[in-house]
């Protein structure tokens, strides 16, 4: 069964703080597709990052920075020195190449960076 | 702008009636997809289709659901006999094959 797995669903830190959102995946597929959406208030999903099964290196990009872990299951995603326009809801999710690329999305972890 | 387009941005419509959505997606991707996405919710899939064919419905999509790609371009969903529960953002995306889709801004309904 595929499925992710967002167990933060809310978070706050103070500005310029560091913080990680965890995500945790489960698929039988050996290819398949994991990413990082940004739903800011507007609603719109802003794409981030996509990481392939058989590539695990982890990638930054900015002040943004993704771990892929498949021993663990994990794609975490970290975004360093925290803006107040980071503060959106954060979606993880996962496509399987043998279910025809549909994604499946965590709940999402709603990110409040305070000033 | 040649990104998805989703017409109407907003809809609200009483219980019962009937409504539309369009999706317009990026020229030539053969791949359409739907997704429903609820309050305090990841969006959820609904239905895709290659080319103009319907290739797999959630069971999500009950037979109030209909969903349309004629001749492979634009698609429109259309909910018959609305519920309030049909009340979320609904979410078109296209992909030329591969895993990297395209979301377009989303159709908000609400049913009152």
């Known amino acids: 069964a595929q499925k992710v797995t967002q167990a933060q669903t809310e978070i706050s830190v103070v500005e310029k703080e560091d913080v990680t959102l965890d995500c945790v995946y489960e698929?039988?597929?050996?290819?398949?597709?994991l990413f990082w959406y940004k739903q800011p208030p507007s609603g719109e999903l802003v794409f981030l990052i996509r990481?392939?099964?058989?590539?695990?290196q982890n990638e930054i990009s900015g002040r943004y920075s993704w771990n892929f872990q498949k021993s663990t299951s994990s794609f975490n995603f970290t975004i360093t020195a925290s803006q107040v326009v980071d503060s959106a809801v954060y979606f993880c999710?996962?496509?399987?190449?043998?279910?025809?690329?549909?994604?499946?999305f965590g709940k999402g972890t709603r990110l409040h960076i305070l000033p | 702008d040649t990104g998805v387009s989703q017409d109407p941005r907003h809809k609200i419509t009483k219980r019962g009636q009937n409504v539309t959505f369009r999706c317009d997606p990026i020229?030539?991707?053969?791949?359409l997809y739907w997704y429903r996405q609820t309050l305090g919710q990841g969006p959820e899939f609904l239905t895709y289709?290659?080319?103009?064919?319907?290739?797999?419905k959630s069971r999500l999509l009950s037979d109030r659901f209909s969903a349309e790609r004629p001749k492979g371009s634009f698609s429109t969903l259309e909910i018959q006999r609305t519920e309030q529960g049909d009340s979320a953002m609904y979410l078109c995306?296209?992909?030329?094959?591969?895993?990297?889709?395209?979301f377009g801004p989303g159709t908000r309904l609400t049913v009152t």
């Open positions: 995306a296209s992909s030329f094959e591969g895993p990297e889709q395209y």
């Open positions: 698929t039988r597929d050996t290819t398949y597709y």
């Open positions: 990481r392939n099964s058989f590539d695990e």
């Open positions: 999710a996962l496509s399987e190449e043998k279910r025809d690329d549909k994604i499946i």
């Open positions: 020229s030539e991707h053969n791949r």
């Open positions: 289709f290659q080319n103009e064919a319907q290739l797999e």
